[in-house]
């Protein structure tokens, strides 16, 4: 039986994303035309900060605690989950952020959040978008993904180690935790006041009085169950387990976990009591 044009087609279209997105000179001025702004925001002469990384790595949560923690909001490059973006900014000498998941839970979460992406092709964008960094490994700092969700200070502290920065750090009290979901929340709204507090282009102030407004004018609803843990997205993660123990995705699998450990062999990572969190 011939398999339906649509999917296949997507399939065909997040193979092509995944290649054209390794090369900064193809890949980035297509971005600056297809993401103007005000997020994701692009590398640009304004840029005094990337923060990136492969897919539902909690690049999200990463960008609204960094701004929320600073006096005045930072001029970020970050969401194009691609490796070309990275790519550049170490070849400028840019202060960046990678996040880093595990391969499982962020491939997982991929093809939970994006229906038209199998497992196998998201696994071997893991891998194409990690190795492609791998020269660039020293130029940056990374920060893995239950460090960036529960200890988000220390990665600020690396930064400002590494870059020679003076970042405020975000400490993870409960209501800081709570205001920078509250704003993960309704990123689904699509306000160009919120979306600009990503990039900052607004202050924090606009942004905190745009985000009570819409709290009190439409509740986060949808909006929430898009950007937030769900137990509905984790059963339908639990149900793609055995998908993930194919046999033959095992190299596949040997390859995005060898990068995984490479890349965190250094970085800023949790206590390993703590537990995975879908963001």
């Given at each position: 039986m011939t398999a339906p044009a649509a999917p296949l087609l997507r399939?065909?279209?997040?193979?092509l994303r995944t290649r054209v997105s390794e090369h900064p000179?193809?890949?980035l001025?297509?971005?600056r035309r297809k993401y103007p702004g005000p997020s994701p925001m692009v590398i640009g002469p304004d840029t005094e900060l990337v923060v990136d990384g492969y897919t539902r790595s909690a690049s999200t949560f990463a960008v609204y605690a960094l701004q929320l923690a600073q006096e005045k909001p930072l001029r970020l490059a970050h969401h194009l989950h691609a490796p070309a973006q990275l790519v550049?900014?170490?070849?400028a000498d840019l202060p960046t952020l990678l996040v880093i998941r595990k391969p499982r839970d962020a491939i997982l979460s991929q093809v939970v959040?994006?229906?038209?992406?199998?497992?196998r092709d998201a696994l071997d964008g893991y891998v194409r978008f990690h190795e492609t960094l791998r020269p660039y490994r020293d130029h940056m700092v990374v920060g893995e993904f239950r460090a960036i969700t529960h200890d988000f200070g220390a990665v600020i502290a690396r930064l400002n180690e590494r870059f020679g920065?003076?970042?405020r750090a975000f400490v993870a009290t409960p209501q800081n935790?709570?205001?920078?979901?509250?704003?993960?929340?309704q990123r689904g709204s699509l306000s160009r006041i919120l979306l600009g507090f990503e990039s900052g282009l607004t202050t924090r102030e606009e942004a905190v009085a745009e985000l009570q407004r819409r709290q009190l004018a439409e509740p986060a609803g949808e909006l929430r169950e898009a950007w937030r843990p769900s137990a509905a997205r984790r059963r339908k993660t639990d149900a793609l387990a055995g998908q993930w123990c194919d046999r033959s995705l095992d190299r596949l699998?040997?390859?995005?976990?060898?990068?995984?450990?490479?890349?965190?062999a250094d970085a800023v990572v949790a206590p390993a009591r703590i537990a995975e969190e879908d963001v």
């Open positions: 399939r065909a279209r997040h193979r000179s193809v890949y001025p297509f971005a550049a900014a170490a070849r959040r994006e229906p038209g992406v199998v497992i920065l003076a970042l935790v709570a205001e920078c979901f509250a704003f993960i929340e699998r040997e390859r995005a976990e060898a990068l995984y450990a490479q890349f965190t």
